[in-house]
């Protein structure tokens, strides 16, 4: 497992190479633009619903000696539930609706590494492709809420929580480069295929998925840095993947 995380994250090398040599800048620009308007949506709503968590958590505390306290670290938390929260809607709304787009981009790659495109892949439309991005990003976004919100749970519980905030930030690392590696396997598996693929897998996915995530806390770069990178990256590796397990 270790060793293909390693391998999911190795890719990234000459990513921005591949993409200037491809030509592949001007297929990022409506993705580009999708990413930065959802973080400030989300960005704002974080702002604004953390302090209104805060409070009602802090309810719990029925005594007045501590009140004070109490109403700042449950704003705190409450904090850091949106913004978690906000998180994973973030990155399953850009996958989603940036499949369209991300789909030529995997195409080219996949083209320049073999030479062609193997004549039995699956052609799908525009439409098609962003019903498939939407499908698959519906269905990992219910699987991650219901394993990640009790995992932020824990973290009302000291030291155990230094350990789940690592388990969710794998979780998501996960989701993330499940959803870049489908705009590969979209043209060669079915949807209960490729969920099967991105399983026997995991470590590429997770490891594609941390920089994924890296990225992210990189001020107002990362958002508009983090589809070319992470979807170059995992196309490379997807490829490489089906090449050899025969997929292709």
């Known amino acids: 497992m270790i060793k293909d995380i390693l391998s999911g994250i190795n890719a990234y090398v000459g990513a921005f190479g591949l993409i200037s040599k491809l030509k592949l800048w001007k297929y990022f620009a409506i993705p580009?633009?999708?990413?930065v308007l959802t973080a400030i949506i989300i960005g704002f709503a974080a702002y604004g619903f953390s302090d209104n968590i805060g409070v009602f958590l802090a309810k719990i505390w029925i005594w007045d000696w501590g009140k004070d306290t109490v109403?700042?670290?449950?704003?705190?938390?409450g904090g850091i539930f949106v913004l978690v929260i906000g998180l994973i809607l973030y990155k399953h709304i850009i996958l989603a609706l940036s499949a369209p787009f991300m789909s030529p981009v995997s195409e080219k790659i996949e083209i320049h590494i073999n030479g062609n495109l193997n004549h039995n892949h699956r052609k799908t439309s525009f439409q098609e492709q962003l019903i498939r991005g939407?499908?698959?990003?519906?269905?990992?976004?219910?699987?991650?809420l219901l394993i990640s919100i009790p995992i932020l749970f824990l973290k009302f519980i000291p030291v155990v929580n230094i350990f789940s905030t690592?388990?969710?930030?794998?979780?998501?690392a996960y989701y993330a480069g499940f959803g870049n590696m489908d705009y590969t396997l979209e043209r060669?598996?079915?949807?209960?295929?490729s969920i099967g693929f991105v399983g026997r897998n995991k470590g590429f996915s997770i490891g594609n998925g941390i920089v994924f995530m890296l990225c992210l806390l990189i001020p107002i770069l990362g958002i508009?840095?983090?589809l070319p990178?992470?979807?170059t990256a995992a196309s490379v590796k997807t490829v490489e993947l089906l090449n050899q397990q025969k997929e292709i």
């Open 32 to 35: 580009m633009v999708i990413s």
């Open 71 to 77: 109403t700042t670290i449950t704003s705190i938390i």
């Open 134 to 144: 939407v499908r698959i990003n519906i269905r990992n976004l219910a699987k991650e």
């Open 166 to 172: 690592i388990l969710l930030f794998l979780v998501q």
């Open 188 to 193: 060669h598996l079915k949807y209960k295929e």
């Open 224 to 226: 508009i840095i983090v």
């Open 229 to 231: 990178l992470s979807v």
